[in-house]
């Protein structure tokens, strides 16, 4: 079956980096966009990046452009998400998702918080 497995986590200050990573199995990782999502207490999930299979052309969404990036190592069946220049506004619960068998699949959360 269809798992997603994040990690990476964690409190850190202002302006500081960190690295997202959603392990994947039980499907052909390669052949399939993945995203990553995010939500904030008392919001709604939204979109944060995403990027194709095959070329890995990446979309942003417009508050994390050029802050975050987007990659995927296909022979470790892994995304990532390098989120540096953090902000506070960035503190929510980061999830991984595939669209696979005509419904989305969610990874369980990786809590990221960004506070002094």
């Known amino acids: 079956q269809v798992q997603l497995v994040e990690s990476g986590g964690g409190l850190v200050q202002p302006g500081g980096s960190l690295r997202l990573s959603c392990a994947a199995s039980g499907f052909l990782f390669s052949s399939y966009a993945m995203s990553w999502y995010r939500q904030a207490p008392g919001k709604e999930r939204e979109l944060v990046a995403s990027i194709t299979s095959g070329s890995g052309s990446t979309n942003y969404a417009d508050s994390v452009k050029d802050r975050f990036t987007i990659s995927r190592d296909n022979t470790k069946r892994t995304v990532y998400l390098q989120m540096n220049s953090l902000k506070p506004e960035d503190t929510a619960v980061y999830y991984c998702?595939?669209?696979?068998?005509?419904?989305?699949?969610w990874g369980q959360g990786t809590q990221v918080t960004v506070s002094s």
């Open positions: 998702k595939v669209r696979a068998n005509r419904r989305d699949y």
